[in-house]
């Protein structure tokens, strides 16, 4: 069988994790390296990766995440900040972006022109930049629950928080960055459940 249809059949939403077993440094940065390398639209890049390792701060904030237990039973949590202000038509790091592709200078103002005119004709009419982030932040969350299935690493994404608090309780500076979902990684100590998934016949449609 294909080994990501392998990767993606171990994965699943894991309820809970053996609280002994942690993740190796090595392994931990794989899965960080899986999070950097997604793509991101026009390569914006409007994440950043808290990994919150220390069982203090996941105690603290597990009652803002209606008290789930893989806050504090996974070895490592990461926290999905969004960018939200950096992204902005017009903030210089959009230019910078933009610049990294060393494209001509005429081309890259055009690539900044298009950027700004479909943020402002498609993107912004219909979501804010938080959610606009957040879209790009669930790639990363692919990646990394794909990249640990593949090292045998379970996961369970979540975005059962209250976001103001899981903020407050980070010390996020909210003008910068934003929390768009967390994700739980570790060993699963309970077997996995059997999956349930409309058909592919329902869900696809080819033309
Ligand atoms: C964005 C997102 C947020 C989720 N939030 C939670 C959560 O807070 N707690 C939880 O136990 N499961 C959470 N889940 C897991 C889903 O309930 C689960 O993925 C779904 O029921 C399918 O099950 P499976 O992932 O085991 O195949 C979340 C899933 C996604 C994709």
Known sequence: MNAVIDALNFR???KKFDPARKIATKDLDTI?????????S??????KFLVLQSPGIREKLRPACWDQTQITDSSHVIVILAR??????????????FGRRGLPE????AYIE??????ETEVLPRMNLYA???????????DIMTAAAAMGIDSCPMEGFEKDRVE????????????????ALGYRSDKQPPRRRHSKEKLVEIR
Request: negative net charge; aromatic residues 10%; proline residues 6%.
């Open 12 to 14: 699943h939403a894991c």
């Open 32 to 40: 960080l390296e899986a999070a950097v390398l997604s793509p991101s």
């Open 42 to 47: 026009f390569g914006m890049e409007a994440w």
């Open 84 to 97: 939200p202000d950096q992204v902005a038509p017009g903030h210089p790091y959009v230019a910078e972006s």
């Open 106 to 109: 005429d081309a890259t103002t």
């Open 114 to 119: 298009k950027y700004r005119h479909h943020m």
């Open 132 to 142: 606009w982030c957040s879209k790009q932040c669930y790639i990363a969350l692919a």
């Open 168 to 183: 407050r309780i980070l010390e996020i500076d909210t003008q910068k960055f934003e929390v768009a979902v967390l994700v």
